[in-house]
Nanobody
């Protein structure tokens, strides 16, 4: 079993910054890919940042140049640094990853519980 705990959301003024964290624990051999999703009420989750096992990254056009995904492999933790925040960035952010459990264990898609980010004008 793999558990994921998100942290770092909150209320910030437009132009401000926040850093979200996602820490995984449990039976983990490798976290092959990870990402961050943004969801607003009434809409589905949208992938805004992703990182592969090899360290390649990709971003939604709406956040390019403002958001940065990174990881600490030793801690099984990944981050989303959010700079120059805009009111339209408001919503719930979910982290996700594809985790290999290793020999005798299952591989799984895991999700964080979500964290609210509110950007005021």
């Amino acid at each position: 079993q793999v558990q994921v705990v998100e942290s770092g959301g909150g209320l910030v003024q437009a132009g401000g910054s926040l850093r979200l964290s996602c820490a995984a624990s449990g039976r983990i051999f490798s976290i092959n890919s990870m990402g961050w999703y943004h969801q607003v009420p009434g809409k589905g989750r949208k992938l805004v940042a992703a990182m592969t096992l090899g360290g390649n990254t990709d971003y939604a056009d709406s956040v390019k140049g403002r958001f940065t995904i990174s990881r600490d492999t030793a801690k099984n933790t990944w981050y989303l640094q959010m700079n120059n925040l805009k009111p339209e960035d408001t919503g719930v952010y979910y982290c996700a990853a594809y985790v290999q459990g290793g020999l005798g264990a299952t591989n799984s898609d895991v999700w964080g519980q979500g964290t609210q980010v509110t950007v005021s004008k």
